[in-house]
């Protein structure tokens, strides 16, 4: 056990000080709380593998505050990586490009590729500009559980685990960033985010998507076994993984009107519009007294509050989340794939 700082956004050099010495700092990015180290210290990143419990086939994503930090990690970027880059960068995505020789086999998990990532939030970017380096950060949560959308979340599954964590406001978006692999010549989404399929086919117009999920796909939208390329698993090995998952157990359904008899410590994760909420709200109370609600007035409220509702339902001891089904377009793949592995 160590102890971990709490650091104030006023303080932001302290955390650069650590992450410069080698030690591991959590901060807010525009997605979820990443667990930042220094990219290019491969003991550093070793030991982020051992505070997430993560497994050491899964890579990590670089995060880069300018283009000049990118030749640390990647090679010449492909006409499509550029492209992508202008548009996208700083932002939500995550592009996976041909790596640089002397990169640790720890950060890419022994591929010859590299995922790098320009955040748009302005204090991770401070703090990247601060260390003067690329630092890796993924997702700062115990593997396999719900990203942490909050500091405070952050501490309940790693206080004690890591040196500090810079205590910003909760995250924005609240799912990860889209991640493309941009080195076969057309895109192709290993897993979707809050720069979704459409965004990309307007800029490039051949996509390939493919789900992360590895069971059977629910859902007319979702991708057919053509769509997935059948090395998939080697290229985005994250995917081969338990993710998301609460305490709880995740069940999906498609409207209100299915859920039945609930009983025991139940939740209800819906969506509805804004005007709808309250009467939805004193409709359910009134079928399922005690349920834990949660009712959202929009996909981007709906994937902001996924998994601090999760965290929620397991420090309340909730033993099932009952989560409403989306259409599986635009930011609702996100949603969607989270949804189906947290069930899966
Ligand atoms: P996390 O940082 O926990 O949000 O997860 C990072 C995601 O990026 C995982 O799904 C990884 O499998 C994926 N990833 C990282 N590096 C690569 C790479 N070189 N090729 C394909 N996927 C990658
Ligand atoms: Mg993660």
């Not at 993924?138 to 942490?148: E, K, L, M, T």
Request: charged share 25%.
């Amino acid at each position: 056990m160590r102890t971990t700082q709490r650091i104030t956004i006023e303080q932001i050099q302290t955390a650069a000080d650590l992450l410069i010495d080698g030690k591991l700092v959590a901060f807010p990015t525009e997605t979820v709380y990443g667990l930042g180290a220094d990219a290019l210290n491969p003991q550093a990143v070793a030991k982020i593998f051992e505070a997430k419990g993560r497994p050491s086939d899964n890579p990590l994503i670089a995060h880069i505050a300018s283009l000049e930090q990118l030749k640390q990690l990647a090679r010449e970027a492909s006409p499509l990586a550029k492209i992508l880059m202008e548009r996208f960068w700083p932002g939500p995505l995550t592009l996976v490009m041909d790596k640089v020789a002397d990169l640790s086999d720890a950060l890419t998990a022994g591929l010859d590729t590299v995922a790098v990532r320009m955040p748009e939030d302005p204090i991770a970017l401070d703090l990247i500009r601060r260390v003067g380096r690329p630092i890796v950060a993924p997702s700062a949560n115990r593997s396999g559980r719900p990203s942490a959308t909050t500091w405070e979340s952050v501490l309940i599954d790693l206080d004690g685990r890591i040196d500090g964590v810079l205590c910003g406001p909760p995250t924005r978006i609240g799912l990860e960033s889209t991640v493309v692999d941009t080195t076969t010549g057309e895109p192709l989404i290993l897993r979707h985010g809050a720069i979704t399929q459409e965004m990309i086919e307007r800029v490039w117009s051949s996509c390939r998507s493919s789900s992360s999920h590895l069971g059977p796909i629910s859902g007319s939208n979702g991708p057919t076994p053509a769509e997935v390329p059948l090395d998939f698993g080697r290229r985005s090995p994250g995917t081969r993984h338990r993710h998301y998952q609460p305490k709880a157990r995740v069940v999906l359904f498609d409207s209100i009107d299915q859920l039945g008899k609930l009983s025991g410590a139940v939740a209800i994760l819906g969506i509805a519009p804004k005007g709808d909420i309250p009467a939805i709200e004193s409709d359910l109370s009134e079928k399922f007294p005690g349920a834990k609600l949660c009712v959202c007035g929009s996909l981007d409220d709906y994937a902001g509050r996924l998994f601090e509702f999760f965290r929620e339902c397991d420090s309340e001891n909730v033993a099932a989340i009952f989560c409403q089904r989306v259409e599986r377009s635009g930011l609702g793949r996100a949603v969607m794939d989270r949804l189906d592995r947290a069930s899966g």
